[in-house]
């Protein structure tokens, strides 16, 4: 069975950076686009990155500059490092598959996801 799970999330102080770690096991994400979405309290995921296979990528406006999405397809894992944290940075990320056909700019069109990591910046 196809799993995604995140690791690398934890408190750090604004400024700072973090690297998260997207763990694929079951099935191979090669081909996909992988992509990374957060949540932040009484809001709606939103989109953060992708990636397609070829190592094209895309970001949200609000973390361009700061945030880059990597994938290393032969360890099936995919990053996100964000450097320059702030405090609206503060949410739950998700990495998520997309078949490459789709844009992959909403979560609908996500096949699967992994459970989520914390990712909390303090002022």
């Known amino acids: 069975q196809a799993q995604l799970v995140e690791s690398g999330g934890g408190l750090v102080q604004a400024g700072g950076s973090l690297k998260l770690s997207c763990a694929a096991s079951?099935?191979?994400?090669?081909?996909?686009?992988m992509g990374w979405f957060r949540q932040a309290p009484g809001k709606e995921r939103e989109f953060v990155a992708r990636?397609?296979?070829?190592?094209?990528?895309t970001y949200a406006d609000s973390v361009k500059g700061r945030f880059t999405i990597s994938r290393d397809n032969a360890e099936n894992t995919l990053y996100l490092q964000m450097n320059y944290l702030k405090p609206e940075d503060t949410a739950v990320y998700y990495c998520?598959?997309?078949?490459?056909?789709?844009?992959?700019?909403?979560?609908?069109?996500?096949?699967?996801w992994g459970p989520g990591t914390q990712v909390t910046v303090s002022a």
């Open positions: 990636i397609r296979n070829i190592g094209s990528t």
């Open positions: 998520g598959a997309c078949r490459p056909n789709y844009v992959c700019g909403a979560q609908p069109e996500y096949d699967y």
């Open positions: 079951g099935r191979t994400f090669s081909s996909y686009v």
